[in-house]
């Protein structure tokens, strides 16, 4: 045997002693829906029972535990929920303090606001953040991803200014009902209506053409 043939079964040998690299770890969708949802659903009922605050305790616990057993299945946890759970933290901890709802109220428009600017912001600099965000679910070229980032980027802007004109002129029961059925069914409608241009810019993985010989 030469030199190359014997170096070649080498680097063979030591390619076949590799472990695959492990995919990662995802929530399953069923899971995935009631860690998203399950939260909102809380939030809801402990405000038909015991008012706001009851209502908001349950959220901030909701969404805690929503983010623990995300992290124990899967070792990592999406930035938009982790954001997501931090205004909460803050914005919930300032309700119980003050003793003001205005403060949960509040959150909702910061958040949306947050999340348009951080979309924006980043395009300015050249950067696509909705890849992260959709957690690698959608491959698209980048027309694509700056087209849809565009949109959303309204989008979440529309919420924050919707979010306002309804805390200011509904009752906080009239409120909560909005956060739970109106924003969610409006995030769910917008998003159908973008597949059509993600489909226009997916990006499909190429076919296998390679021949087996034996």
């Known amino acids: 045997m030469t030199q190359d043939s014997a170096l070649n079964e080498e680097n063979k040998n030591t390619n076949a002693a590799k472990p695959a690299p492990e995919r ?17 659903a809380l939030f809801f009922v402990a405000n038909q029972k015991f008012g706001i605050y009851a209502a908001t ?29 931090v205004l909460l933290l ?17 959150k909702v428009t910061i958040l949306y606001t ?9 395009l300015w600099f050249d950067r696509l953040l909705l890849p992260i965000v959709f957690d690698s679910a959608f491959h698209l ?6 087209k849809l ?5 309204f989008f979440f802007f529309f919420l ?17 009902n909005f956060k739970v059925f109106g ?17 226009r810019h997916e990006i499909k993985p190429e076919e296998d053409t390679s021949e087996t010989h034996f």
């Not at 990662?24 to 909102?40: A, H, I, M, Q, W």
């Not at 947050?114 to 980043?122: E, H, N, P, V, W």
């Open 24 to 40: 990662p770890k995802r929530v399953n969708t069923g899971l995935k829906l009631v860690l998203e949802f399950g939260p909102l």
């Open 57 to 85: 305790g349950a959220l901030m616990v909701g969404v805690l535990a929503a983010l623990g057993v995300a992290w124990s299945i899967t070792r990592r946890l999406p930035m938009m929920p982790v954001v997501t759970a």
């Open 90 to 106: 803050i914005f919930g901890g300032l309700t119980f303090l003050l003793q003001d709802e205005t403060f949960i109220k509040m």
């Open 114 to 122: 947050l999340f348009g600017g951080a979309l924006l912001g980043a």
């Open 141 to 146: 070229d980048d027309a694509g991803w700056r």
């Open 149 to 153: 980032t565009w949109r959303w980027s």
């Open 160 to 176: 924050a200014v919707l979010n306002e004109v309804v805390r200011r002129f509904v009752t906080t029961d009239v409120w909560v």
């Open 183 to 199: 924003i969610l069914p409006l995030t769910l409608l917008f998003a159908m209506t973008q597949l059509p241009l993600m489909m």
